[in-house]
Structures are given as C-alpha cells and as structure tokens.
C-alpha cells in the first residue's frame, strides 16, 4: 500500500466531522429493537412478574447504541434515572453486578457492605428513585467467565432480583448471552423475549431497499459541498461497503467516517468510491464469519480482497447510481 501524506484538519473540519460521526440513524431495525424494549418496559410497569428480555448482536450491530438512544429518551437531567443502564465488566462477580446497580442509581458508597447489605439497598434505593428498567450491557462477560458454578449463581441471583425487585431486566451482549439461560433454566422460563439484531443484506428485495435507504440517510449529514453527487448513492459502492463487512452496521460507518475524513482532507467537494477504498486499505482488518447462524467480528476484507472477488464474479464494473439492483 502506498502511503499518503496525511494533512491536519483546522478546527472547523475537525468540528463538521465529530458532528458527522455523533449521527445516529434510526433505520428499520434500530426502531424495531427501541419499539419492542418500550413495550417490554411499559408493561413491566404494571406487572408483578416484568421478567427478563435479550438484546443479542454482534460487535458492531448497534447494541449499545439502541441503549444509549433509549436511555436518553427516557432519563431526564436533573431526576432519578427510570431506566439503569449498567455495563458488566470482565470477571464480574455477583458483588461487582451489586455494586455496579448501586453506582448506576447513585449509592455514594456502591461497594460498601456485605452482599446481603447491598441487596438490601438495591430494593431500598430503586423503590425510592422509581427505577422502571434496569439494563446490563456486555452481558455475555457474565455468561463465558468462571466455572459453572459461578455462572449459575449469578444467574440465580438475577432470577432473585426480578422477583424482588419486581422491575424488567434487559440483558444485552454477543451470542454467549444465551449460555446463561443454559446454566440456568428457571432464568429461561422468565425471558420475555428475545430481540436479535441481524445485518444488513442484499439478498432480497427488502434488504437492498433498506441499506439503499440506510445510506441515503447517512449522505445527506455528508459534511461536504455536494452531497448529492457522493459515491455513498452509487450501487458499486454499496456493494463495497455491505460485501466487505458482511453488512456490519458498525464497520461499514467506520469505513464511512474514515473516507469522509479523507475527502474533507483533500477538500473535496463530495465523497468519492476512491476514499472508500482507501479507508478499506487503511483500517485493521476484520471481518465477520457466521458459524451456525450467529456472527461475531473477526476480519474486514480489504478493498483489494473485494475487487478480486468481485472480478471473478464480473460484477464489479457498475458504477452507476443505485436503480433498485444490487
């Protein structure tokens, strides 16, 4: 690979493009996930058994952001937060998930006390500041660290706390979630649901309309002159960016914020398929492999992957605006 010499960008690109990279677009799947943890929310409101909901993905699906989206919309500055929002460390123990509880509903002393003191003010503390939903990203840290034994107690711990809590829990993280409902099955009889994000695809009609969409969307926050003439509209483009990611939301936005950076850079007028490329050859490689119908990261293909295997296929010669086939 060829190396660029690499401009600085002066504060007012610097601020167009972090404005560019905070754009957040609520595609078909996002508000689907959003719709079905408010109904799970809402309901939770009034039931004397919310029980448990799964929020599964890959990295880079949009897991965390759906949380975020969610939380902002329903915590307000100033007031008790409604809806927790927790992130499970690694090697987590039923005490570090208590203390984490704690901290999220603002206890000045999170780790004090015994596990049964801590419980306690879980139950005083979310009784009094009306907690409605509480969610644990990065659940799977849970669900694949330890022994068995610690597995099962965490889960039994949680099965515990909805019953006592009488509060929904949201558990969101990788495919390994679902190990938890394994260890223990009496965990499983209180899921409510399950939401799996999947990627975008082009093997269907469906599929094409919505990343054709999806990518219109992102154009129009271009933060460049012309828009309207970007290579985010062109269907060889498209093809680029949802082949080499195997349509993972947040690898292909990755690419996206790179090239837009690199155009603002050159100073150019609109995003073109060349600052895609070159996004490609200069970000990690990783891709993501599907192994018995879940999919995690491992590996983007690079650009030069790509239009090797699109050569071989002859369909890489279509440059034109997207037309309803990809």
Known sequence: MVMRKRGVLND??????????????????FQDALAR??????????????????????????????????????????EFKKVLSIVVPENCTVKNLASRILSAIGD???????????????????????????????????????????????ADWIKTQVEVLKKPILFSGLPEVENIFVVNPQLETRRKGKIQLSPFSLKSEEGREAIHLFFHSINQRLPLPKPDRSALLEAKSIRLLVSSSNGVLGYMMRVVHLAAELAILERRQTLRYEHLTQALEELPESQVSIKKGMMRPVAVLSAASYRRSTKAKGDGSDSGRYNGSL
Request: proline letters at 3%; charged letters at 25%.
């Open 12 to 29: 007012e690109q610097a601020r167009s493009l972090a404005a560019f990279r905070d754009v957040r677009i609520v595609h078909d799947g």
């Open 37 to 78: 943890i408010s109904n799970f929310h809402l309901a939770g409101r009034y039931s004397d058994s919310p029980g448990v909901m799964s929020l599964i993905g890959y990295t880079g699906a949009g897991k965390t952001s759906i949380i975020k989206e969610y939380c902002r919309t329903h915590n307000k500055k100033g």
């Open 108 to 154: 000045p002393r999170p780790t004090h006390g015994t596990r049964e003191d801590m419980e306690n003010r879980i139950k005083y503390y979310s009784d009094r500041t009306q907690v409605e939903l509480i969610v644990f990203d990065e659940f799977q840290h849970i669900s694949v660290r330890g022994s068995s034994s610690r597995q099962y107690d965490a």
